[in-house]
């Protein structure tokens, strides 16, 4: 049972346009919220977190929306340039206990392509 | 650079073989992690060290056996794998594992192929 669900394998947007990834998450317990990216032969690197008493957390170009209430969350890029291609991947957490207490649930990753 | 290095980056083993991953971090973290990357899965959590002691074993099979001598230095002994175990190995750390933002920080990856 995948509790955090990045439904789109694959995004492609051009240079300069809002790239928007959406993940999914049924277990009620989460309450706290991360992106990471991914470039090829690197690991994932943080990105913009988000805790569930705000609905939205911004830094420069990035910014990430919590609709608790749907069990959704997006991160939006704007505007998206060629060096944001990479694969994104949300995860959540519980920092209020819970069995999924301090551990990182990821989603499968959206590859997201920005063509100049 | 993210302060998590980890060795060999790729790595070939039969499955009689006995081999070590391991992972190193410079961010004077407590906790420690490995994850395994299948195709197109999602990450799946291993192992979780808290201070040098294991706090989470997620049902991982006995071929894989972690070491934590310090909470700079992570090890992942492999021996007797089977062809599905090959995947990309990741191994992150965080300041604690209880804090409340639990911020992981990742290595590049040992890409593990099992013959």
């Known amino acids: 049972d995948q509790q955090v669900k990045q439904n789109s394998p694959s995004l492609s947007v051009q240079e300069g346009r809002i790239s928007i990834l959406n993940c999914d998450y049924t277990?009620?317990?989460?309450?706290?919220f991360l992106w990471y990216k991914k470039y090829p032969a690197e690991g994932p690197t943080f990105l913009i977190s988000i805790s569930s008493i705000k609905d939205k957390n911004e830094d420069g170009r990035f910014t990430v929306f919590l609709n608790k209430s749907a069990k959704h969350l997006s991160l939006h890029i704007v505007p998206s340039q060629p060096g944001d291609s990479a694969v994104y991947f949300c995860a959540a957490s519980a920092v209020s206990g819970g069995t999924s207490y301090g551990k990182l649930t990821f989603g499968q990753g959206t590859i997201l392509t920005v063509h100049p | 650079e993210t302060g998590v290095t980890q060795t060999p980056r790729h790595l070939v083993m039969g499955m009689t073989n006995k081999k070590s991953l391991k992972c190193e971090q410079h961010?004077?973290?407590?906790?420690m992690y490995w994850y395994k990357q299948s195709a197109k899965k999602p990450l799946e959590l291993m192992f979780v060290?808290?201070?040098?002691?294991?706090?989470e074993n997620n049902s991982v099979p006995s071929r894989f056996s972690p070491e934590c001598p310090n909470s700079s230095h992570l090890f992942l002994h492999l021996h007797t794998l089977q062809p599905e175990d090959s995947a990309l190995y990741l191994c992150?750390?965080?300041?604690?594992?209880?804090?409340?933002?639990?911020?992981?920080?990742f290595g590049a990856g040992t890409r593990l192929s099992v013959l």
């Open positions: 060290y808290n201070f040098k002691e294991q706090t």
């Open positions: 992150a750390s965080s300041q604690d594992f209880g804090e409340a933002k639990n911020i992981q920080y």
């Open positions: 961010l004077g973290h407590n906790a």
């Open positions: 277990n009620s317990m989460f309450d706290y």
